[in-house]
């Protein structure tokens, strides 16, 4: 398993003897080696690259080791050295802690400073700033990819393309009349300048990353184009600034205000200017107005998250205590159901067995024992109903399948003194259980409106059939035979009927039909949503007095 990386590793050091081969093979030899020695020295700077991913610092130490002695030398290796030097140093920041990072970075100060060095020409602070600022910076890169910013969580992009476009507008007009002052060609320093604006409009998500990319384009307009440092300068106080919105570190904050105060002075301070007191404290002044700003609006962010999450919190608690206050309430509710209902049909269950066995054999006795069982059915109802009203997550349990529930309410409002002719579509099997479910209960329903409101005697006709994508429950019946003495009724069958409906997504249509008869019809979607929301509801009276719901919203859920 240790050699899995094996070939990255040659890949590493062919890649850093070809780098050298290709910047020092013109070259040829110094002063001190000769022009064979081109290939040695590339190989020799090259090659510990395949060991840097397993040991970065002592490849750091060797490689400034490198090009302290390629610069004594003369040879053009010594621009490789500095290159896989930065290299090596950042991955010990990325790889290491801070003790071998301080090492590395010590060493790698060091080593470039005697690179830059000239026999007979004076170090200036410049050249100090450079020493330091050329390892720093793929330190500082290293070190920032481990992580110190989060994720961020707003997905709006409006402020980034503000950022971008205000960042062109301000590159493009503030320097293009003097792209051709420098000595790279006019397209470089324009893509620069475009580049450098639109780093701004990534620079909420990669803040670390855009601030040294500034401080680099800083760094080159310095050497190459003075007359747009002002421009790079703001535009790398305003990256200072997203970085300390974005980073709570004070830590990290005091790494990028030091590395800007250095940049700024590079920027701004001039071999000829007088350095005083007063003007350091304006420089350090305003290298501090950005960090103060950003740090303001970083800490208004966490506020706002804070009182969101405040809020959200809130509300789920709030939307608990009402869940419970709700749970208790149907408690409540389904124990005083049960004291009540299911001691009066229990009553009545037992008197009607004790009077089926006192009653002579026929159609007394034939009545007693259906009310028997139509009250023990109706406990278990009962039971299962109190258990939903107990427990919302439970799902009511069929006692059996629901065309055979469909076919034995028939027959018992057959026995009860109804003609009915029932009519069951077989293709109804492949309809989801629930809609079969909500068709029994409707026929049950039903069924008992015709025997309280028409009386035995009564003509019925029952249809539950399939058409396209949808379960059709049809009920008529005809005039009642005589007048009749109707039975007390709660009013909430027909409204419990549109309700277990329009759960379904259905429609539903009560009333008068031409013949003096009453027709009840049910539609429910055999592919209905899962609802989560139900939309207004129209009634429309038709000519006839017929009843009918229509939904003027539609439906909206997810899926079934």
Same mark, same amino acid.
């Given at each position: 398993?240790?050699?899995?990386?094996?070939?990255?590793?040659?890949?590493?050091?062919?890649?850093?003897?070809?780098?050298?081969?290709?910047?020092?093979?013109?070259?040829?030899?110094?002063?001190?080696?000769?022009?064979?020695?081109?290939?040695?020295?590339?190989?020799?700077?090259?090659?510990?690259?395949?060991?840097?991913?397993?040991? +970065?610092?002592?490849?750091?130490?060797? =490689?400034?080791?490198?090009?302290?002695?390629?610069?004594?030398?003369?040879?053009?290796?010594?621009?490789?050295?500095?290159?896989?030097?930065?290299?090596?140093?950042?991955?010990?920041?990325?790889?290491?802690?801070?003790?071998?990072?301080?090492?590395?970075?010590?060493?790698? $100060?060091?080593?470039?400073?005697?690179?830059?060095?000239?026999?007979?020409?004076?170090?200036?602070?410049?050249?100090?700033?450079?020493?330091?600022?050329?390892?720093?910076?793929?330190?500082?890169?290293?070190?920032?990819?481990?992580? +110190?910013?989060?994720?961020?969580?707003?997905?709006?992009?409006?402020?980034?393309?503000?950022?971008?476009?205000?960042?062109?507008?301000?590159?493009?007009?503030?320097?293009?009349?003097?792209?051709?002052?420098?000595?790279?060609?006019?397209?470089?320093?324009? =893509?620069?300048?475009?580049?450098?604006?639109?780093?701004?409009?990534?620079?909420?998500?990669?803040?670390?990353?855009?601030?040294?990319?500034?401080?680099?384009?800083?760094?080159?307009?310095?050497?190459?184009?003075?007359?747009?440092?002002?421009?790079? =300068?703001?535009?790398?106080?305003?990256?200072?600034?997203?970085?300390?919105?974005?980073?709570?570190?004070?830590?990290?904050?005091?790494?990028?205000?030091?590395?800007?105060?250095?940049?700024?002075?590079?920027?701004?301070?001039?071999?000829?200017?007088?350095?005083?007191?007063?003007?350091?404290?304006?420089?350090?002044?305003?290298?501090?107005?950005?960090?103060?700003?950003?740090?303001?609006?970083?800490?208004?962010?966490?506020?706002?998250?804070?009182?969101?999450?405040?809020?959200?919190?809130?509300?789920?608690?709030?939307?608990?205590?009402?869940?419970?206050?709700?749970?208790?309430?149907?408690?409540?509710?389904?124990?005083?159901?049960?004291?009540?209902?299911?001691?009066?049909?229990?009553?009545?269950?037992?008197?009607?067995?004790?009077?089926?066995?006192?009653?002579?054999?026929?159609?007394?006795?034939?009545?007693?024992?259906?009310?028997?069982?139509?009250?023990?059915?109706?406990?278990?109802?009962?039971?299962?109903?109190?258990?939903?009203?107990?427990?919302?997550?439970?799902?009511?349990?069929?006692?059996?399948?629901?065309?055979?529930?469909?076919?034995?309410?028939?027959?018992?409002?057959?026995?009860?003194?109804?003609?009915?002719?029932?009519?069951?579509?077989?293709?109804?099997?492949?309809?989801?259980?629930?809609?079969?479910?909500?068709?029994?209960?409707?026929?049950?329903?039903?069924?008992?409106? $015709?025997?309280?409101?028409?009386?035995?005697?009564?003509?019925?006709?029952?249809?539950?059939?399939?058409?396209?994508?949808?379960?059709?429950?049809?009920?008529?019946?005809?005039?009642?035979?005589?007048?009749?003495?109707?039975?007390?009724?709660?009013?909430?069958?027909?409204?419990?009927?549109?309700?277990?409906?329009?759960?379904?997504?259905?429609?539903?249509?009560?009333?008068?039909?031409?013949?003096?008869?009453?027709?009840?019809?049910?539609?429910?979607?055999?592919?209905?949503?899962?609802?989560?929301?139900?939309?207004?509801?129209?009634?429309? $009276?038709?000519?006839?007095?017929?009843?009918?719901?229509?939904?003027?919203?539609? =439906?909206?859920?997810?899926?079934?």
């Amino acid at each position: 398993m240790r050699w899995r990386g094996v070939p990255l590793d040659l890949v590493l050091a062919a890649a850093g003897t070809a780098l050298d081969v290709l910047l020092s093979a013109k070259g040829g030899g110094s002063a001190l080696l000769p022009g064979n020695e081109v290939i040695p020295m590339a190989v020799g700077v090259g090659a510990p690259m395949g060991l840097v991913r397993r040991a +970065p610092l002592a490849v750091s130490l060797y =490689l400034a080791a490198f090009l302290v002695f390629t610069d004594q030398v003369g040879s053009f290796t010594s621009n490789t050295a500095q290159m896989l030097l930065c290299v090596s140093v950042g991955l010990v920041a990325y790889r290491s802690g801070w003790r071998p990072t301080c090492l590395a970075l010590g060493v790698a $100060v060091a080593a470039t400073a005697v690179n830059l060095a000239d026999p007979g020409i004076a170090f200036t602070t410049n050249a100090w700033m450079y020493s330091v600022l050329v390892p720093a910076l793929p330190v500082l890169i290293g070190a920032y990819l481990r992580g +110190p910013a989060g994720r961020l969580k707003d997905a709006d992009l409006t402020p980034d393309v503000l950022l971008a476009g205000g960042g062109v507008a301000f590159t493009v007009l503030s320097t293009w009349t003097d792209w051709h002052n420098g000595t790279q060609p006019v397209w470089v320093v324009g =893509l620069l300048a475009v580049l450098g604006g639109l780093s701004l409009g990534v620079a909420r998500r990669f803040p670390g990353l855009v601030f040294m990319f500034q401080s680099v384009l800083l760094i080159a307009a310095d050497q190459y184009l003075n007359d747009t440092v002002t421009t790079c =300068l703001i535009l790398t106080l305003i990256a200072l600034c997203v970085f300390a919105m974005r980073i709570a570190s004070w830590a990290w904050i005091t790494v990028t205000y030091v590395t800007c105060t250095m940049l700024a002075s590079i920027a701004i301070v001039q071999d000829s200017t007088e350095v005083t007191a007063f003007r350091v404290a304006v420089l350090m002044a305003l290298v501090t107005t950005p960090v103060a700003i950003g740090r303001y609006l970083g800490v208004r962010q966490a506020a706002a998250e804070a009182e969101g999450l405040r809020l959200r919190e809130s509300a789920r608690l709030a939307v608990a205590q009402v869940r419970a206050d709700q749970l208790f309430e149907r408690e409540n509710i389904a124990r005083e159901v049960h004291d009540i209902v299911a001691h009066h049909v229990g009553a009545m269950v037992l008197r009607a067995s004790a009077a089926r066995y006192a009653a002579p054999e026929g159609p007394v006795a034939d009545a007693l024992a259906d009310i028997r069982e139509t009250g023990h059915q109706a406990l278990e109802d009962l039971r299962g109903l109190l258990d939903v009203l107990r427990d919302p997550g439970r799902r009511p349990d069929m006692a059996a399948d629901p065309a055979a529930l469909i076919r034995e309410c028939a027959e018992r409002m057959t026995a009860a003194g109804l003609q009915v002719e029932l009519e069951l579509d077989p293709a109804t099997a492949h309809a989801p259980l629930v809609a079969r479910a909500s068709a029994a209960r409707i026929v049950q329903e039903g069924l008992t409106n $015709v025997l309280k409101h028409a009386g035995p005697g009564t003509q019925v006709s029952v249809a539950v059939t399939t058409a396209g994508q949808g379960l059709t429950v049809h009920i008529r019946n005809g005039s009642p035979p005589t007048t009749i003495e109707r039975l007390p009724s709660s009013g909430r069958g027909l409204a419990g009927m549109r309700e277990r409906v329009r759960a379904l997504g259905g429609t539903l249509t009560a009333g008068l039909d031409q013949d003096g008869g009453w027709l009840l019809t049910a539609t429910m979607p055999t592919a209905a949503p899962h609802i989560t929301e139900l939309h207004a509801t129209e009634y429309v $009276v038709g000519r006839t007095g017929c009843v009918t719901e229509r939904f003027t919203g539609g =439906l909206t859920g997810g899926g079934a």
